[in-house]
């Protein structure tokens, strides 16, 4: 079967590469200046009565386009009304059709917490990502060592960020760390594609109970957000499920009052 994670880290790191070609991280570095300061995605999940990170999100490899005109100034704004906890942006562009500029252009409009959902795998991008408004990041442990995931999280860490831990399976825990913000457990197999909400239930039961944890991918009813939250999970991040509707914001309302009445 196809790895389709492997061919996306090899894409990333000749991007990153011809980015850095383009801006230096010395310029980047120098660009930063006095940011405004981040929101906390761990306290808005913590505090939260919906705990959904609602996700911008153009395509999908395994699926392809879900929504192609998309516009961040739209879909993100009413994402927040409808009552978010936090906000999830595609940046990688070859493969989920996202930019650098879907954040930028949200940042202004809304209040939230936004993490960069992006294959990170250098300091770079998290330069690039509290430039941009980031207020957390995606680190992906199948797509890095444990060595460079500490690493990168210091860097979040120094930046003013959080990071979403994002593991698979228990061959993963090891990542986890006491610097680790939280936890993110993804449903898909980033390897095949493949979605198993059953993975969250499992791990759950592996997982150290002070933490924060997010279930990723393949979240569709409210049914299953109520039987994640039972075992333990404060965050749900639902992308597709909303992107595909005409409008994803009056459908992440239905979906909460739906938990709601349950």
Known sequence: MKDILSEIIAN??????FQKQTISLEQLQETLGDLTPTRSMKKALTHSESGIIAEFKRRSPSKGW???EALPEVIVPAYATAGAAALSILTDEKFFGGSL???RTARPLVDLPIIRKEFIIDTYQLYQARLIGADAVLLIAAALSPEQCNELTAQAHALGMEVLLELHSSEELSYISKETDMIGINNRNLGSFHTDIENSFRLAELLPKESIWVS??????????IRLREAGFKGFLIGETFMRKHEPGEMLHQFIHSIENS
């Open 101 to 103: 500029r879907d954040i």
């Open 66 to 68: 879900i929504r192609e």
């Open 216 to 225: 990723e991918s393949g979240i569709s009813s409210p049914e299953t957000v």
């Open 12 to 17: 990333k790191r000749c991007e990153v590469a």
